[in-house]
């Protein structure tokens, strides 16, 4: 098995992120990583609860450490492209969690 040049976890757990569509999320950044043929260079995973309920669907891409919030199906095709090959994040979909001041 190779390395993963990047790695995406989609949260499908907890009580909000199901709810929301996150499995078809999940769905449709494999479908178009396997499109652009990069299935052996950038992994998407289910994951456990991110604890940022009410953002959700969360993602969030490693190596950069880029969390994205309230993403969709449709939002997969921008992700995969912009993201995960072109190397700039989605910003209209990053979340940046809020800290009390």
């Known amino acids: 098995m190779s390395i993963y040049e990047k790695h995406v ?3 499908v757990s907890g009580k909000v992120c199901p709810t929301q569509g996150s499995e078809a999320v999940w769905q449709s950044l494999r479908d178009e990583v ?4 990069l299935i ?3 992994r998407v995973n289910k994951s456990g609860c991110l604890a940022q309920c ?3 669907p969360m993602a969030v891409c490693y190596p950069e450490q880029t969390w994205y919030g309230h993403v969709t199906p449709e939002d997969a095709p921008e992700i995969v492209r912009e993201h995960l090959i ?3 994040p989605v910003e209209r979909l990053r979340y940046v969690k809020k800290t009390a001041e």
């Open 9 to 11: 976890f989609v949260c």
């Open 34 to 37: 396997k499109a652009a043929g």
């Open 40 to 42: 052996e260079k950038i």
């Open 54 to 56: 009410g953002n959700g």
């Open 86 to 88: 072109g190397d700039k």
